[in-house]
């Protein structure tokens, strides 16, 4: 184990420099707790309460503004119900309670991102409770090794604030201010304190944002802010039952940092609790290129936000029968996708796993292998899984935008399948059609790919390499089965990669065997 002290970034003043360990997430004799709050940008195409469009992640700073997302006095918002709708569905998803009534309320907070004062959001009556999320973990193989449950406080939707771009120039240290993303409806999803580790924590974050993009709720695209997390971690001697105090962690930008972050902030509460200290609640923020957590401000209370109604906008009222409404709305979920595509189609856990890792793969691999064969499905899935995926990560595209359509790939599959080609043709030629976008078919019949089946070409291909190989010949009649593999390539060089190499096989072992 390596000890460090915190000479890289100093502490904060008035804060004493605690030595950190670094090594061990969890050191043994204390328990970690971690909640987190996730607050995801929803896909909408207006803001939450006003006609602003919302797809402005690279729009002109202060482009997408009016008197409502500005908080103009005077003004008054409109409940987006799209929003509503994601909200509620993300909670069906997470298998929470969906109350018959819920209502907005008022969050006061002076800070200078929220022009008007305060920030619509629940506080009392959110619109789902009561739910969770199963973390799983598996192997390299995609096989399930282990289950943890982790609870879901609420789901609430509130306003997202104006975003601060904080800058130095000659004149000195000054803030801008970029309104267009003022307004953007927000899901945050509280979990219980369920967490136990930063890995853990990691792992819950990777598997909730896969839900989000799945259920099309939201992009989930950390590094355009629409999906940001707040952590809440205290450590406590084992033996003890009560909770220890909690410290919230801020601006952490990625799952790593997350990570990183608890990690620290683990160790530093437990260098506090072995020097007899005590943990204060407060704020902290992640400083990324330092990797410590500082004092940022003291933690606020709900009394210190002065909840109240919202008295401009009405209550959600929701009947049995319109959640059973939303619910048949569901898509099925990954991990249901990824049991099916195993039973369904034959496929390897593995592959399973990597092709339900987004909806769009999913769906395009069951267009492509459709009322295939096991066989053929088989090939479906080796292509996109180890071929086509090397192809899209060079690209800012998705599987959906790719040339390679659908049909072109089941139509390769196929041509596998019945033997017109084989594996190693059709993998040579994915590329090209990738960015082509032409119809296998006819590549392979423009350029003469078509596997040889010229009994008497074969027979005399298959002579020729074993009259110029006879050590091969040699070692596979004393026993050395391998040694046929040598002979199979000289075949497959002399048709320039176009004989079934099963063929050749067969055709070499009824030469040599007799």
């Known amino acids: 184990m390596v000890s460090t002290n915190r000479s890289a970034g100093s502490a904060t003043e008035g804060e004493e420099a605690i030595p950190v360990t670094v090594g061990d997430t969890v050191k043994s004799g204390y328990r970690t707790t971690i909640g987190l709050e996730v607050h995801a940008q929803l896909l909408t195409e207006s803001k939450m309460y006003c006609a602003c469009r919302a797809g402005i992640a690279y729009a002109q700073p202060n482009s997408h503004v009016c008197p409502v997302c500005m908080g103009m006095p005077g003004t ?49 009556l959110p619109l789902c409770i009561d739910g969770h999320l199963d973390v799983e973990t598996t192997d390299e193989r995609g096989n399930l090794t282990g289950t943890s449950r982790i609870g879901i406080h609420r789901v609430h939707l509130e306003e997202d604030t104006a975003r601060l771009l904080h800058r130095t120039g000659p004149e000195g240290a000054y803030t801008l201010m970029d309104v267009n993303r003022a307004g953007l409806p927000l899901m945050e999803i509280v979990s219980a304190p369920d967490i136990e580790s930063p890995e853990q924590a990691q792992l819950y974050l990777m598997q909730m944002r896969h839900l989000l993009r799945w259920l099309g709720v939201s992009t989930g695209n950390m590094e355009e802010g629409a999906f940001r997390v707040d952590a809440n971690v205290s450590v406590r001697p084992a033996q003890q039952e009560e909770y220890g105090t909690k410290v919230e962690i801020k601006n952490m930008n990625s799952f790593k940092a997350v990570r990183a972050a608890l990690e620290y902030e683990v160790e530093r509460q437990i260098g506090v609790l072995e020097g007899r200290g005590r943990i204060v609640q407060e704020t902290r923020g992640w400083v990324d290129g330092r990797n410590i957590t500082v004092s940022q401000r003291s933690k606020e209370q709900a009394h210190d936000y002065r909840y109240f109604p919202e008295p401009d906008l009405p209550p959600l009222t929701f009947t049995d029968a319109g959640i059973d409404e939303l619910r048949k709305q569901l898509p099925e979920l990954p991990r249901e996708r990824q049991v099916r595509f195993v039973a369904q189609f034959g496929i390897s856990i593995y592959d399973a796993a990597q092709l339900t ?135 497959m060089k002399a048709t320039k990669g176009q004989a079934d190499a099963n063929a050749a096989r067969e055709l070499l072992k009824r030469k040599l065997n007799t």
Do not use: W
């Not at 292998?369 to 088989?378: L, P, R, T, V």
């Not at 990560?393 to 072109?408: D, R, Y």
């Not at 043709?425 to 040889?452: N, Q, T, W």
């Open 76 to 124: 008054l918002p409109v409940i987006n119900a799209e929003a509503v709708r994601k909200i509620v569905l993300t909670g069906l998803a997470l298998d929470c309670t969906i109350p018959h009534f819920s209502k907005f309320d008022r969050k006061n907070y002076p800070y200078p991102d929220l022009m008007k004062g305060y920030q619509i959001s629940q506080y009392d």
């Open 357 to 491: 890792a987004s909806r769009a793969t999913a769906d395009y691999f069951e267009q492509v292998a459709g009322g295939m064969s096991s066989e053929s499905a088989k090939i479906a899935a080796s292509l996109i899984v180890n071929d086509l995926a090397k192809l899209l990560s060079g690209s800012s595209a998705g599987v959906e935008e790719s040339k390679l359509t659908a049909a072109n790939l089941r139509e390769l599959v196929q041509l596998v399948s019945d033997g017109t080609i084989n594996r190693n043709i059709a993998k040579g030629l994915l590329p090209e059609l990738y960015e082509s976008g032409r119809a296998p078919g006819d590549v392979v019949h423009e350029r003469g790919l078509a596997v040889v089946k010229d009994d008497s070409a074969m027979e005399r291909i298959a002579d020729e390499a074993i009259i110029a190989n006879p050590k091969a010949v040699a070692d596979y009649k004393g026993g050395k089965e391998s040694a046929l593999a040598s002979l199979i390539g000289q075949i």
